[in-house]
């Protein structure tokens, strides 16, 4: 178990490119979230996977953001036709999932994305 | 919607000396989880210390404890013995249905 793990670290890219960062959850984890972070904020919640199925995605996702799990397993964000405020930390966390009549769960968290938007 | 506010952006205290971080939020949920994270430079997020809204015990981790008003929905934390470590951003979170909310920070120093 080497944690949840986030690819790139960083990113730099120049405004009207498309990126994608990917993101390994631990092993045994059915859920897997996307956060984005800005300098001196709280992350916020951008969407959220079951295994492969997305459940809900926050009104912040825009239609140039995409984010898949396809088997499953890892996960890609993809952001197309970036703009500078884009630029921000991508956070990725995994946890267990449902474990009895309430959700009781511990987030891990990965280390992040920094994306840079010229 | 669930919030969550944390009113204090910065804050300092000695070492070996006691700090005791703010955090309030909405919410119309009766069963609910109550976290607090640590964010080093490194920006990894680190789990300090999470309370269950059935328990009214106030939950501990070693140095680490929070003061838990359900009716009053505060929920704060206390750090005894701080250590240069600690030096961080604190974030305060809120857990209903399925998702994280997250408060906008506390960035605690630790002067020597």
């Known amino acids: 178990d080497t944690g949840v793990s986030q690819d790139p670290r960083h990113k730099i890219t120049k405004r009207g490119q498309n990126v994608t960062f990917r993101c390994d959850p631990i092993?045994?984890?059915?859920?897997l979230y996307w956060y984005r972070q800005t300098l001196g904020q709280g992350p916020e919640f951008l969407t959220y996977?079951?295994?492969?199925?997305?459940?809900?995605k926050s009104r912040l996702l825009s239609d140039r953001f995409s984010a898949e799990r396809p088997k499953g397993s890892f996960s890609t964000l993809e952001i197309q036709r970036t703009e500078q405020g884009d630029s921000a930390m991508y956070l990725c966390?995994?946890?267990?999932?449902?474990?009895?009549?309430?959700?009781?769960?511990?987030?891990?968290f990965g280390s992040g994305t920094q994306l840079s938007v010229l | 919607a669930q919030t969550v506010t944390q009113s204090q952006p910065e804050m300092s205290v000695q070492e070996a000396e006691t700090v005791t971080l703010s955090c309030t939020y909405d919410?119309?949920?009766?069963?609910?989880?109550l976290f607090w994270y640590k964010q080093p430079p490194s920006r990894q997020m680190i789990l300090v210390i999470r309370?269950?809204?059935?328990?009214?015990q106030n939950a501990t981790e070693n140095r680490f404890s929070v003061n838990f008003q359900k009716a009053a929905k505060s929920f704060s934390l206390k750090i005894s013995d701080s250590q240069l470590g600690d030096t961080a951003m604190y974030f305060c979170?809120?857990?209903?249905?399925?998702?994280?909310?997250f408060g906008t920070g506390t960035r605690l120093t630790i002067i020597p």
């Open positions: 996977f079951q295994n492969e199925a997305q459940l809900e």
């Open positions: 979170a809120f857990r209903g249905n399925e998702k994280l909310t």
């Open positions: 309370q269950e809204a059935y328990k009214q």
């Open positions: 919410t119309s949920e009766n069963n609910y989880y």
């Open positions: 092993s045994e984890h059915n859920r």
């Open positions: 966390a995994s946890s267990l999932g449902w474990t009895g009549t309430l959700t009781n769960e511990k987030l891990f």
